[in-house]
T-cell receptor, first 114, second 116 residues
Framework: AQKVTQAQTEISVVEKEDVTLDCVYE???????LFWYKQPPSGELVFLIR??????QNEISGRYSWNFQKSTSSFNFTITASQVVDSAVYFC???????????FGKGTMLLVSP | SQTIHQWPATLVQPVGSPLSLECTVE??????LYWYRQAAGRGLQLLFY??????ISSEVPQNLSASRPQDRQFILSSKKLLLSDSGFYLC???????????????FGEGSWLTVV
């Protein structure tokens, strides 16, 4: 069985603060894939990143960075210098090697105030 | 480029009425297709997925059904809607074809369904 836990239900920050969204996963697969999606108020789920289990290299994309640690089964997402437009619900998701579908966490709502 | 469209964007239907949500994908062939529902509380629930024409897997027994009449078309239906069917419905597809289990799943714009 697969499971994704996003313990933070809601986070509120002031613009320009850094914020980290936590994601912990469980899987018995040795090969698996981790994803982050952003859901703005409009509702559409926007793909942000995919990480393979055999690639633990952290990634940075502009103000976004991802820290993947297999030892702690975590795939955390950090936004540096947050902006109001970052306000959204963020989902972490897991797909095992034999699965065609995603297992989602319950999401973290990020509110960035000016 | 690959795109996904679903419609209608918003729907208000009375209890007991039928439902049809449509989704089409362009720019790719043989995609895996998915229907998800997001009810209040934000959780995403997989309803159906399809790996080919006429091949539908149901994840949750319910009042809904899905069909895939063409390679890039996925339809979500109901003969008689219930109040509990209200929610946000998202269609999704794999971007690179279904050969790799690591393929990214991309989502459509979503359809808001309110059953009254």
């Amino acid at each position: 069985a697969q499971k994704v836990t996003q313990a933070q239900t809601e986070i509120s920050v002031v613009e320009k603060e850094d914020v980290t969204l936590d994601c912990v996963y469980e899987t018995r697969d040795t090969t698996y894939y981790l994803f982050w999606y952003k859901q703005p108020p409009s509702g559409e789920l926007v793909f942000l990143i995919r990480r393979n289990s055999f690639d633990e290299q952290n990634e940075i994309s502009g103000r976004y960075s991802w820290n993947f640690q297999k030892s702690t089964s975590s795939f955390n997402f950090t936004i540096t210098a947050s902006q109001v437009v970052d306000s959204a619900v963020y989902f972490c998701a897991l797909k095992g090697s034999g699965y065609s579908t995603l297992t989602f966490g319950k999401g973290t709502m990020l509110l960035v105030s000016p | 480029s690959q795109t996904i469209h679903q419609w209608p964007a918003t729907l208000v239907q009375p209890v007991g009425s039928p439902l049809s949500l449509e989704c089409t994908v362009e720019g790719t062939s043989n995609p895996n297709l998915y229907w998800y529902r997001q009810a209040a509380g934000r959780g995403l629930q997989l309803l159906f997925y399809s790996v080919g024409i006429g091949q539908i897997s149901s994840e949750v027994p319910q009042n809904l059904s899905a069909s895939r009449p063409q390679d890039r078309q996925f339809i979500l239906s109901s003969k008689k809607l219930l109040l509990s069917d209200s929610g946000f419905y998202l269609c999704a597809y794999t971007g690179e074809g279904r050969r790799s289990s690591g393929n990214t799943i991309y989502f459509g714009e979503g359809s808001w369904l309110t059953v009254v």
